[in-house]
């Protein structure tokens, strides 16, 4: 069996990769899908200059899950995670949990404070909510009707400069 391994720098086949997992989720509207691809097509052109990092989990040579994350301008060490996501045919097998883990440790290694995750309040995202609780993260603030009528948004923050 394969083993689990991650890594943090974008490869050519990785836009098209993130729009199979993004979709494979269900979490994400049509509109958001071409979002997460530009994310990881700036950083193939621009490089870190983009200002977008990522983590890569690859079981053998199939990319199952990532996460996007980069620094906010204007502080000394917040961080915003912009997308996490593992494809539906590994979820529930704690690879959101590892992805998380490797990001986390990327950003002490940049002596980050905190990382901040944003979601939606409908109970489709309840298990977003759910994983964010479960993996440190402290919510924070609700901004309501946000996205739309009825749909708040959801603030978690992760402080890593506590948490490994």
């Not at 958001?32 to 690859?58: C, H, N, Q, W």
């Not at 996460?67 to 959101?96: C, M, N, P, Q």
Request: zero cysteines; proline letters at 3%.
């Amino acid at each position: 069996m394969d083993t689990i391994s991650y890594r943090s720098y974008v490869i050519d086949s990785d836009p098209d990769t993130i729009e199979r997992i993004v979709r494979s989720s269900g979490f994400f509207y049509e509109d958001e899908i071409p979002i997460a691809r530009e994310l990881a097509e700036e950083t193939l052109i621009f490089g870190e200059k983009s200002g977008y990092r990522f983590v890569f989990a690859d079981l053998g040579n199939t990319t199952i899950g990532y996460a996007a994350y980069g620094f906010i301008d204007g502080t000394d060490g917040s961080y915003d995670l912009y997308w996490i996501a593992v494809d539906e045919s590994a979820r529930g097998k704690k690879i959101g949990k590892g992805i998380l883990r490797e990001v986390a440790s990327e950003l002490t290694k940049v002596k980050a404070r905190q990382l901040i995750a944003e979601t939606s309040s409908l109970p489709k995202y309840e298990p977003t909510r759910a994983f964010y609780l479960n993996n440190g993260f402290v919510q924070q603030a609700v901004l309501p009707d946000f996205f739309r009528m009825g749909d708040d948004k959801v603030f978690f923050v992760l402080r890593v400069d506590q948490t490994i």
